[in-house]
């Protein structure tokens, strides 16, 4: 698990209803630069969330990113996910360590005692916001910039912020001290995947540069 922190820096989302064509979708976003992908399929069957989590799996495999699930521990195993990203209402962080000593467990947290909670439960890392207003998940908590700020600054692991996230107030973000981003509308939102996650990328690298 050494050296994954760097394969946080851009984490692209799936979002069916903005992207049906998942596997374009995930290839293009991998080819302007995302060093992650996490499938995100609320309402799929979990054959479907298999089929197309093998097919990611080969993919994030050519372009030597990290590939995650989205709150399904029983879908990442079977599909050799490299972790799982696991919510306050999902299986418990310290049950799904024991369960999968091997896989990265991401914790998605919405309050700085959240974040707190899931550091004490075994996290690799955590997925902070929602840090802006987002069309993605309805009813969300916004934590805003100073928010995210107070996770960063009280947790001991990687933080990756998420939420409402696009290239007009990227840099905003990532001078919190996060170790990367999260998306979903700002890449598979955009009529070109390829180009939105390459200008994303640009933006990450060059903010991060001494990371």
Do not use: C, W
């Not at 996910?81 to 914790?107: H, S, T």
């Not at 947290?109 to 207003?133: C, D, I, N, T």
């Amino acid at each position: 698990m050494l050296g994954f922190k760097r394969k946080l820096k851009l984490i692209a989302i799936t979002d069916k209803k903005l992207k049906p064509d998942i596997i374009k979708s995930v290839e293009d976003a991998l080819r302007g630069g995302a060093t992650s992908v996490q499938l995100r399929l609320k309402e799929s069957p979990t054959k479907e969330m298999v089929d197309l989590g093998l097919r990611i799996r080969r993919l994030t495999r050519d372009y030597d990113a990290l590939y995650f699930v989205d709150d399904r521990l029983d879908v990442a195993l079977a599909t050799d996910a490299d972790g799982v990203q696991l919510g306050p209402d999902d299986m418990p962080i310290a049950k799904a360590r024991e369960l999968a000593p091997n896989l990265i467990i991401g914790g998605s947290v919405y309050s700085l005692k959240e974040a707190l909670m899931a550091e004490r439960e075994g996290a690799h890392f955590l997925g902070a916001g929602s840090v802006f207003p987002t069309p993605s998940k309805s009813g969300v908590r916004v934590i805003g910039i100073d928010g995210l700020k107070e996770i960063v600054e009280s947790v001991r692991i990687p933080v990756v912020a998420i939420g409402g996230i696009n290239k007009d107030n990227v840099v905003d973000v990532l001078h919190t001290g996060v170790v990367g981003i999260a998306v979903i509308s700002a890449i598979m939102g955009a009529e070109d995947v390829y180009k939105a996650t390459l200008e994303l990328r640009r933006i990450v690298d060059e903010v991060l540069k001494d990371e």
